[in-house]
């Protein structure tokens, strides 16, 4: 198995993280890009990876030492139709006479195509946004449509129509589309070069373990979290002792 996390979380989660595979041997993928998109989200997985159950979405330009990973690993992948940070395979951004607006809708796109939530269920995002090849392959799945483009950052879809979110917009959709779930104020998650990070980017799924860059005892809101998870049988695994910490995500693949 892989692990792939920004290189910039804290090194006693790493540590953690992979101490919680033992004795198993995980490798795991720190993930760092350059002039590709703005340095506070330059090596977070949820910008560069959409995963699904059955698939693995890889923007275009990541950079080839990581593709050398996933490929000396056999991980199967696709490659998307969108470079990230590139607005021109977002839309036609050269034409002089084209609306500021619209030039905007097209450099959203460029950078958050591959962050759809999605598990066995549900496949949630700005769909407008949502790479092609994504939707091509989640076919089957619902969709539910949501304004916030950095939907993975935001949310983690949990089972049998359960989620936790810091958006609130996100909330409102997915309650009104019958899913049950808890808003979480984002306001004391770390993103260095932001006021906050999000809950989305502090934590990772995988089988039944809930991975959480941080302790939960730091967020707003945390005990009532805990209490949540507990209820759904998932067991939380908190990687150090401090506030969580938005890397991303966490992609198990």
Do not use: W
Not at 14 to 39: H, Q, R
């Amino acid at each position: 198995m892989l692990i792939i996390v920004d290189h910039r979380i804290p090194d006693a989660a790493k540590k953690e993280l992979m101490l919680s595979f033992c004795p198993d041997s995980p490798v795991l993928m720190e993930l760092e890009t350059e002039g590709l998109i703005y340095p506070s989200i330059s090596g977070h997985p949820d910008i560069f990876f959409c995963k699904a159950s059955h698939m693995l979405v890889i923007s275009p330009n990541l950079p080839k030492r990581y593709t050398s990973t996933l490929d000396q690993h056999k991980i199967s992948y696709v490659k998307g139709t969108v470079s990230i940070g590139d607005p021109d395979t977002a839309g036609n951004t050269r034409s002089a006479s084209i609306h500021l607006k619209q030039k905007k809708v097209f450099e959203n796109k460029a950078m958050t195509c591959y962050n759809a939530a999605i598990n066995d269920q549900f496949l949630v995002h700005r769909l407008e946004y949502t790479d092609p090849v994504i939707l091509e392959n989640c076919h089957f799945l619902k969709k539910i449509a949501v304004k916030q483009g950095y939907t993975r950052c935001n949310l983690v879809l949990l089972k049998e129509g359960h989620y936790i979110t810091s958006d609130k917009g996100i909330d409102k959709a997915l309650r009104t589309d019958g899913l049950a779930g808890l808003y979480i104020s984002p306001a004391k998650i770390i993103l260095p070069g932001f006021l906050n990070g999000f809950i989305g980017g502090a934590m990772g799924l995988h089988q039944n373990n809930l991975y959480v860059i941080g302790s939960l005892k730091y967020l707003p809101g945390g005990e009532e979290v805990t209490a949540f998870l507990k209820g759904l049988d998932y067991r939380v695994i908190e990687l150090y002792d401090g506030p969580l910490f938005d890397g991303g995500g966490i992609l198990f693949v």
